[in-house]
């Protein structure tokens, strides 16, 4: 059997075991793909195959050697022009680097991965990477820019069959309450999120688990048993699009001010200098068109502004842009 025929084989195999959550065997069996198609030269297969060897790296969790797969990965993406390769390795680098806490990098991968994806019109991978984005800007503590990222996945999410990104995304709201103390919220949308994984057999990676089961340690800690499991009992209860709608009303903790204008409102008014629609801040920034509408207004309020043209004498006025 020629070598390109087996490596196809291990490496479907691969993904089979990957998909039943059998990491050591997809370790073993993508392992044996990336040694034939290094035989074969084919260097566009090799890239793609480290990706999935980085990615079940991840999941046992030897980060480092998943940082080394995926930088081989994503440098042959790059030189064999695989645009959507380069998103997905991306992707898969910022989640490295946030298990290693190193969070700036995180943060700069998965904005990488969203402006890939976004470049070649693939809108169904944008809240892979948002929900991504906004579990590292809630490491960071910015739980404005987090609420944000999570808001916009559990949008775009709405009437999709995609339960990872909209769990996930609920789960990040989840950590934020836990933040903005609303504990009772954080243990009802983890519990609801947990269970409709549950029910589709989709299991958390091991490094997220690992990470809410902590928190939920530290919220029976906080609670105490009984308290902790009624609030368990009624996010079991809920529907999924019922706990969408209560993690869509998690406040965030806002930073402090600069001249009356938050960090996140100061880059809205950047944008709104340009002459940026709210459609394009909402594009831009990768958050709602809402959320942007609400920065607006916000911004000419606090500015004394009465139409969208005036902040941008105000600002320089004021030496804010």
């Not at 059998?22 to 890239?47: F, I, P, S, Y």
């Not at 700069?108 to 991978?125: M, V």
Request: charged share 20%.
């Amino acid at each position: 059997m020629l070598p390109s025929i087996r490596a196809k084989a291990f490496g479907a195999a691969g993904d089979l075991a990957d998909w039943h959550a059998d990491t050591a065997m997809a370790r073993a069996l993508n392992t044996e793909a990336l040694t034939l198609w290094r035989q074969t030269g084919d260097r566009k297969r090799v890239g793609v195959t480290l990706r999935s060897l980085g990615s079940a790296a991840i999941d046992v969790f030897s980060f480092d050697e998943a940082e080394t797969l995926l930088a081989e990965a994503y440098d042959l993406a790059i030189e064999s022009g695989d645009a959507w390769s380069a998103a997905a390795t991306s992707n898969l680098r910022g989640t490295a680097a946030m298990c290693r806490d190193d969070l700036v990098n995180a943060i700069r991968w998965h904005e990488s991965a969203l402006r890939a994806w976004q470049a070649i019109g693939d809108a169904a991978h944008l809240p892979a990477a948002l929900s991504c984005l906004g579990w590292a800007w809630m490491c960071s503590g910015d739980h404005q820019r987090a609420v944000e990222c999570c808001d916009t996945v559990l949008e775009l999410s709405e009437g999709s069959s995609n339960v990872n990104d909209a769990t996930f995304a609920v789960l990040g709201m989840a950590m934020v309450s836990m933040h903005v103390d609303r504990p009772h919220l954080a243990v009802q949308l983890i519990s609801a999120a947990l269970n409709r994984r549950r029910r589709v057999g989709l299991p958390l990676r091991p490094p997220t688990q690992a990470q809410v089961d902590g928190e939920l340690s530290r919220l029976r800690g906080v609670m105490g048993q009984p308290g902790f499991a009624l609030h368990w009992s009624e996010g079991l209860a809920l529907t999924f699009p019922q706990a969408v709608v209560l993690a869509r009303e998690v406040p965030a903790t806002l930073p402090a001010v600069t001249d009356g204008l938050l960090p996140r409102e100061r880059e809205v008014l950047r944008l709104l200098v340009e002459g940026a629609s709210d459609h394009d801040i909402a594009d831009r920034l990768f958050i709602t068109r809402r959320t942007a509408s609400k920065h607006v207004a916000a911004i000419l309020d606090k500015l004394g502004a009465s139409n969208r043209t005036s902040p941008a004498t105000i600002a320089h006025r004021r030496g804010l842009v």
